[in-house]
């Protein structure tokens, strides 16, 4: 008798589940709350212009390379392209000024760094070949079935990023430009496990990319796979209750009255909202407090830019700008002082574009920030409201100027995001960018498991292995080995290579 899978959520991580479970003989039945699917996949249209609002670029998607493979084992390459970034500086960062690239390749990115920090060759070595012994000790992240070093995933999953680069080299000012683009995964000082560093830094030093059309299209490519083997996927379907009787969890609620009978659930969503859909005493109070209390990456607020046509070239990079000295602590910040720092991105539209039509700054923003509108509804949230997107808007779009002189002449219009219409959203926990937040002060505490009290209710998704395209497919692996084994996804994974 085939089995009935309900999934909530449609990010990455529900449709890769999806995908994966119905080829496997599953009945599958994708429940999306917005009226489009994709999570931090979805792209939205603004005056004939399209924009990103999560996952602006990828990496190691090369032939051969770990992201590259699970992609071809969901079979988006039937419907992706990419353009590659600048191998020879595909993330750029400012201190107050001063640029600083970063190459693809080991070898390369040593050669680059060593420009700016002569003295410093030996210690780039010892720092790179740490990344890559940390980031392969993963046998999931090596997509390896062999069993990875343990002892090396446990020490840098307990020492801060700063620590062991401290211990690395003496140069404070590198130690700050190897650290120049956390804001892909919000480190904090004295908090965030090296080993965290060290998946970004090799995931994206294997090789960089941005999604030609936007990153939708993978989440076009998955939905039409899971259709064409037999699932379903339905839109403006907000959960409201998980349903369980004594012993096991029995289908899924939405706020339409639809009931969908289930002999497995997996949640996409942030486990708070996850729980609060749950009222069976089958998840325990100890459980429940334990998710609520955990700690949350910060938010973030978004300017989408619209540029006058043939005016800004093309940037096949990424930009982080820092009007402090520190990439560190641009989370701490009061009204004078932000924004700290800020991301700066381009659309890539098609291949070979020599000019954006559109683009996006990012800067950190905390919920508190916003408080005073929660609960109000996305586009009717008052007045004063929109003032405060405007002034936040207009104080980056000041520090991008510093940076990019001109630049303002050739916007047209923008539109804004700030932390609560990514909560409204997405559903994660305080507007936050990458969901529950890593500390090596609670070591595994601050670890959400795959499996629940509730036996045929899994998690996946950013919060349940880490965040990022790479980061949530290695969960869908974990979250799906529980239903199929991790030695039959290997198995196909490897038989799709052949």
């Avoid at 008798?1 to 119905?22: D, F, Q």
């Avoid at 100027?401 to 047209?412: C, N, Q, V, Y």
């Avoid at 960018?433 to 601050?446: E, N, Q, R």
Wanted: hydrophobic letters at 35%; proline letters at 4%; charged letters at 20%.
């Amino acid at each position: 008798m085939t089995k009935k899978c309900v999934i909530i959520g449609s990010g990455l991580g529900g449709l890769s589940c999806g995908l994966i479970l119905a080829r496997n003989g599953y009945e599958v039945t994708v429940l999306e709350q917005d009226a489009r699917i994709g999570g931090c996949l979805q792209c939205f249209w603004r005056n004939g212009m399209k924009f990103e609002t999560g996952m602006h670029f990828i990496g190691s998607a090369s032939p051969g390379q770990t992201l590259y493979r699970l992609l071809n084992f969901l079979d988006v390459w039937n419907n992706v392209r990419l353009s590659k970034l600048d191998p020879l500086g595909y993330d750029v960062i400012s201190l107050r000024g001063e640029h600083y690239r970063f190459a693809n390749g080991q070898e390369r990115f040593i050669h680059q760094m060593a420009e700016y920090f002569p003295e410093e060759q030996d210690h780039l070595r010892k720092y790179c070949e740490l990344v890559k012994k940390v980031s392969h000790a993963s046998s999931m992240h090596s997509l390896s079935h062999v069993e990875g070093n343990q002892e090396v995933n446990t020490e840098y999953q307990l020492r801060s990023i700063n620590e062991v680069l401290s211990g690395i080299t003496a140069n404070k000012h590198l130690q700050k430009v190897l650290v120049g683009n956390l804001p892909l995964y919000a480190a904090e000082w004295d908090k965030t496990p090296f080993s965290i560093h060290a998946f970004i830094m090799d995931f994206y030093n294997q090789s960089a990319w941005r999604v030609v059309g936007g990153s939708d299209q993978i989440a076009i490519s998955l939905a039409q796979s899971i259709r064409a083997q037999g699932g379903s996927i339905f839109t403006s379907q907000k959960v409201t209750e998980i349903v369980c009787d004594e012993t096991h969890a029995i289908g899924v609620r939405t706020i339409t009255g639809n009931f969908y009978p289930a002999d497995v659930v997996i949640s996409d969503a942030h486990p708070a909202r996850t729980i609060e859909w749950v009222s069976s005493p089958l998840l325990r109070p100890a459980y429940r407090r334990r998710v609520a209390a955990l700690p949350n990456t910060v938010g973030g607020f978004s300017v989408y830019l619209q540029f006058k046509k043939n005016t800004v070239p093309y940037m096949n990079y990424n930009f982080y700008g820092y009007r402090q000295d520190t990439p560190w602590g641009c989370e701490k910040y009061d009204n004078l002082s932000w924004p700290k720092g800020y991301l700066y991105m381009h659309f890539c539209e098609k291949e070979g574009q020599r000019y954006a039509t559109s683009g996006v700054l990012l800067s950190y923003m905390n919920f508190e920030d916003v408080l005073p509108w929660k609960g109000t509804q996305i586009g009717h949230r008052g007045q004063d409201y929109e003032q405060f997107k405007a002034r936040h808007a207009e104080r980056l779009l000041d520090a991008l100027e510093e940076d990019f002189p001109g630049i303002r002449d050739k916007i047209t219009a923008y539109d804004t995001s700030t932390p609560l219409t990514y909560y409204d959203y997405t559903g994660t926990e305080g507007g936050s960018m990458y969901g529950i937040a890593k500390d090596i002060h609670l070591g595994p505490a601050s670890r959400v498991h795959h499996r629940t009290k509730i036996p045929n209710l899994l998690l996946t998704g950013q919060n349940i292995n880490s965040h990022g395209i790479l980061g949530v497919l290695v969960g869908t692996i974990v979250t799906c080995s529980e239903l199929l084994t991790s030695e039959e996804i290997f198995r196909q994974l490897k038989e799709k290579e052949t």
